[in-house]
């Protein structure tokens, strides 16, 4: 890596965010942070910031090229899989390292009621063997994989509105976090909840709600977060791609 290295972040999460002001603090480092641009209030990121697609893997390793990147971090969402399987073949393409940084997953605790599936439409399947008032917190888009059950209420909660088809029967919140077990537990009463769908996002912000369905007895279906590309590993905290970047 050069003495004064060019790291690119795939960002729009708080990971990446911490990253970014880690990596900006040292006058040695240039750090790029890049966002899809389908959060409509991102807000500031220390460094320098550029907002929309690449184009794909192609587009991505061009643009490594020309703006002379050192390093790659996808510290996107566990679940924005094409851009990681972009940043990998980008990766590939132009010999740059790659790193993922990606916060652990939940693990379930005692009195937990887990179902855990393969995917939204494994979810959407499950839905209707375990309750009939469902709060949907999968995010804003693939929410056509439960269009058809007509015979659930579901309360959607995503920052931004939810992309359509939706549900026929369904209430939209729009609630950025993070949460706590307090308000969570009392979302849950208020909507007569009994049953909570949930992707492995991981982290604190979100986790409130798993907390708060143990409390109450309620099943929750996780969607397993899909497996890195191959060449892809990744690191749970900033500590560990740094060392990894040979930053530390």
């Known amino acids: 890596m050069s003495p004064s290295p060019h790291v690119l972040i795939l960002g729009g999460t708080t990971e990446a965010r911490e990253l970014a002001a880690a990596l900006s603090a040292r006058p040695d480092v240039r750090v790029t942070t890049s966002l899809a641009g389908r959060v ?26 020309a703006h002379d990147v050192d390093a790659l971090v996808d510290a996107t ?29 939940w693990r379930p605790a005692l009195g937990d009621d887990w179902h855990p599936v393969a995917s939204l439409d494994a979810a959407a399947a499950l839905l209707p ?29 995503s920052v931004d509105p939810p992309e359509p088809p939706l549900p026929p029967d369904t209430r939209v919140l729009l609630a950025r976090g993070p949460f706590d077990v307090a308000g969570e537990s009392a979302l849950l009463r208020e ?52 060392r990894r970047l040979g930053l530390d």
Do not use: C, Y
């Open 191 to 242: 909507h007569r909840i009994d049953v909570l769908v949930t992707k492995d996002s991981g982290g604190a912000a979100t986790a409130a709600k798993l907390t708060a369905a143990r409390a109450q007895g309620l099943p929750v279906v996780v969607v397993r977060r899909p497996p890195l590309p191959a060449g892809l590993t990744a690191e749970p905290d900033t500590t560990g791609v740094l």
């Open 40 to 65: 409509t209030r991102p807000g500031a990121l220390p460094g320098e910031v550029r907002v929309g697609g690449f184009g794909g893997p192609q587009g991505l390793a061009q643009w490594m090229l």
């Open 129 to 157: 063997r375990l309750g009939r008032r469902v709060l949907l917190t999968t995010g804003r888009l693939g929410l056509a994989a439960f269009a058809h059950l007509a015979g659930l209420h579901f309360v959607v909660r």
């Open 77 to 105: 969402h566990p679940f924005a899989e094409t851009i990681t399987a972009n940043a990998a073949r980008a990766a590939a393409l132009t010999g740059v390292p790659a790193v993922v940084l990606r916060r652990p997953g």
